[in-house]
C-alpha cells in the first residue's frame, strides 16, 4: 500500500468524531470522500435512515470508518483513523517518544471529554467545576510540554495531530467563555490554536465545510 492510496472517509454530517481525520487530509493536501450520512433531528430524536440500514455492513456497527483503495482495506475507530492519517501525512512526531507523546495528551482529550459528559448528567455545578478545575488543569499539563522548539506548534518544529486535535478540543464546548477563562493562562496554546486557524488550507476548510449541528 503507498501513499497514492485512495480515501473514502465514512461519518454523520456533521463534525463529531470525523472531523479531525477531515482536517488532517486538508492539511496534508491529500483528496478524499467526505461521505455523510444524512442525520436529521425529529421530535428530539436523531433520524438517519441510511445509515439504519447500512449499519450491519460496518465491521464495528460504528463510525467513523475509513475505506481505503476503494474499500480493499477499512479502517474502524476515529483514534486509529487518525493516527494513521497522521502518521502517512508525517504529522506524529519526528521520533518515537514525540509520537507516543503526542499519542498520549490525545488520550487525555479523550477522558477530558468523558469528565465533561459525567458532569453535564450531575448537573450545573459539576459543570462549572469541570471547566474551572479538569479542563484547566489538563491544558495546563498540556501547556508545559508546549512549544518547546519554539516553532509555535504543540510538539516538534512543524504541524502534528495534536495541534488539530486540540483546535477541535477547543472548539467541542459550547461555553466558549469558560473555555477561554480555562485557556487563560495557556499563550502557547492558544497560539496553537491561532496557527492551526491559519495554516491555508486548514483556513479554507473551515470557511467552506458544512455548517452542521453537532
Ligand atoms: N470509539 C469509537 C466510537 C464510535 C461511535 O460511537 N460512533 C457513533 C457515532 S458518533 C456510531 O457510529 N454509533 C452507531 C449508531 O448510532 O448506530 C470511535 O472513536 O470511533
Same mark, same amino acid.
Given at each position: 500500500?503507498?501513499?497514492?492510496?485512495?480515501?473514502?472517509?465514512?461519518?454523520?454530517?456533521?463534525?463529531?468524531?470525523?472531523?479531525?481525520?477531515?482536517?488532517?487530509?486538508?492539511?496534508?493536501?491529500?483528496?478524499?470522500?467526505?461521505?455523510?450520512?444524512?442525520?436529521?433531528?425529529?421530535?428530539?430524536?436523531?433520524?438517519?435512515? &441510511?445509515? !439504519?440500514?447500512? +449499519?450491519?455492513?460496518?465491521?464495528? #456497527? =460504528?463510525?467513523?470508518?475509513?475505506?481505503?483503495? /476503494?474499500?480493499?482495506?477499512?479502517?474502524?475507530?476515529?483514534?486509529?483513523?487518525?493516527?494513521?492519517?497522521?502518521?502517512?501525512?508525517?504529522?506524529?512526531?519526528?521520533?518515537?517518544?514525540?509520537?507516543?507523546?503526542?499519542?498520549?495528551?490525545?488520550?487525555?482529550?479523550?477522558?477530558?471529554?468523558?469528565?465533561?459528559?459525567?458532569?453535564?448528567?450531575?448537573?450545573?455545578?459539576?459543570?462549572?467545576?469541570?471547566? &474551572?478545575? !479538569?479542563?484547566? +488543569?489538563?491544558?495546563?499539563?498540556? #501547556? =508545559?510540554?508546549?512549544?518547546?522548539?519554539?516553532? /509555535?506548534?504543540w510538539m516538534g518544529s512543524r504541524l502534528s495531530l495534536f495541534d488539530i486535535q486540540l483546535y477541535n478540543l477547543i472548539h467541542f464546548f459550547d461555553d466558549q467563555q469558560s473555555v477561554q477563562k480555562a485557556l487563560e493562562n495557556c499563550p502557547s496554546l492558544k497560539a496553537v490554536h491561532d496557527k492551526v486557524e491559519q495554516t491555508p488550507e486548514i483556513k479554507k476548510?473551515?470557511?467552506?465545510?458544512?455548517?452542521?449541528?453537532?
Amino acid at each position: 500500500m503507498s501513499s497514492s492510496s485512495t480515501y473514502k472517509l465514512i461519518y454523520f454530517d456533521g463534525r463529531g468524531l470525523a472531523e479531525t481525520s477531515r482536517m488532517l487530509f486538508k492539511a496534508a493536501g491529500q483528496a478524499f470522500e467526505d461521505y455523510r450520512y444524512p442525520i436529521v433531528i425529529s421530535g428530539g430524536q436523531y433520524q438517519r435512515p &441510511e445509515w !439504519d440500514a447500512d +449499519k450491519p455492513k460496518y465491521l464495528y #456497527e =460504528k463510525i467513523p470508518a475509513l475505506e481505503i483503495d /476503494g474499500g480493499k482495506y477499512t479502517i474502524a475507530q476515529s483514534k486509529a483513523i487518525e493516527r494513521f492519517l497522521a502518521r502517512r501525512f508525517n504529522m506524529m512526531g519526528s521520533n518515537d517518544v514525540e509520537t507516543a507523546i503526542i499519542d498520549a495528551a490525545g488520550e487525555q482529550i479523550i477522558d477530558v471529554k468523558q469528565a465533561y459528559n459525567k458532569a453535564k448528567t450531575a448537573g450545573e455545578d459539576s459543570v462549572k467545576k469541570f471547566f &474551572e478545575e !479538569d479542563l484547566k +488543569k489538563t491544558f495546563m499539563a498540556f #501547556e =508545559k510540554q508546549a512549544n518547546k522548539d519554539k516553532s /509555535g506548534y504543540w510538539m516538534g518544529s512543524r504541524l502534528s495531530l495534536f495541534d488539530i486535535q486540540l483546535y477541535n478540543l477547543i472548539h467541542f464546548f459550547d461555553d466558549q467563555q469558560s473555555v477561554q477563562k480555562a485557556l487563560e493562562n495557556c499563550p502557547s496554546l492558544k497560539a496553537v490554536h491561532d496557527k492551526v486557524e491559519q495554516t491555508p488550507e486548514i483556513k479554507k476548510w473551515l470557511d467552506e465545510r458544512p455548517q452542521t449541528v453537532f
